[in-house]
């Protein structure tokens, strides 16, 4: 079946350093792949998004693009605050599916200053 | 624009009470889904709706009942609770058909003794 799966976490990182979150996907078809945040005590929001190969997602200074031949959609950010402290989440759909979403498990990232 | 809203926010039950959470939302959304999140698994769809008198089951359907009968609202019934089911449950709604971005409800959570 279709699965998202994101790098081993809790991350911790000082403030203004670099981000990789790392994202690999397994699909049937062709999918359009997500990044979604989660702050402390709130819903999910979506942060970014790419829905064909090659494209690049960006929002608030984070950038993934879409790499069909590595099955993969990592989240970067060249300089963390410690207000991007939060879960973030890589997610898929398929056409086939409508709007269903396919989730990986999160990784917690923390911002120390 | 209240966007998608979920009560109650936190929720304690005995093992078999029943209970309902709601779901509701004013973007005149067609798709709407009920999700649960659990530690180290991320987000796992329970039931997905298309438009109004249309629902289906997702990944993890069993104890849970849902229903549309209007557009904006969504509610998720848990008919005999079970510890296994101690969980923050979020209600997500968009347009259907597509890559469309999907807006989260501030979530509810519930434990079950």
């Known amino acids: 079946g279709d699965s998202v799966t994101q790098m081993e976490g809790p991350v911790t990182l000082s403030e203004e350093a670099f981000l990789t979150i790392n994202c690999t996907y397994t699909a049937t078809g062709y999918p359009s792949l997500f990044w979604y945040v989660q702050y402390p005590g709130e819903g999910l929001q979506l942060l970014l998004k790419?829905?064909?190969?090659?494209d690049k997602g960006s929002n608030k200074g984070f950038e993934a693009t879409y790499r069909k031949e590595t099955t993969s959609f990592h989240l970067e950010k060249g300089s963390v605050q410690v207000s991007d402290s939060a879960v973030y989440f890589c997610?898929?759909?398929?056409?086939?599916?409508?709007?269903?979403?396919?989730f990986g498990e999160g990784t917690q990232l923390t911002v120390n200053p | 624009n209240a966007g998608v809203t979920q009560t109650p926010k936190f929720q304690v039950l005995k093992t078999g009470q029943s209970m309902t959470l709601q779901c509701a939302q004013d973007m005149n959304h067609e798709y709407m889904s009920w999700y649960r999140q659990d530690p180290g698994m991320g987000l796992r769809l329970i039931h997905y709706?298309?438009?109004?008198?249309?629902?289906d089951q997702g990944e993890v359907p069993n104890g849970y009942n849902v229903s549309r009968s209007t557009t904006e609202d969504f509610p998720l019934r848990l008919l005999s609770a079970a510890p296994s089911q101690t969980s923050v449950y979020f209600c997500?709604?968009?347009?259907?058909?597509?890559?469309?971005?999907?807006?989260f409800g501030p979530g509810t959570r519930l434990t079950v003794t």
């Open positions: 997610a898929l759909s398929l056409e086939t599916s409508g709007s269903r979403l396919t």
């Open positions: 997500a709604s968009s347009y259907a058909g597509g890559p469309y971005e999907q807006y």
């Open positions: 790419a829905t064909k190969a090659d």
């Open positions: 709706s298309v438009g109004a008198g249309i629902t």
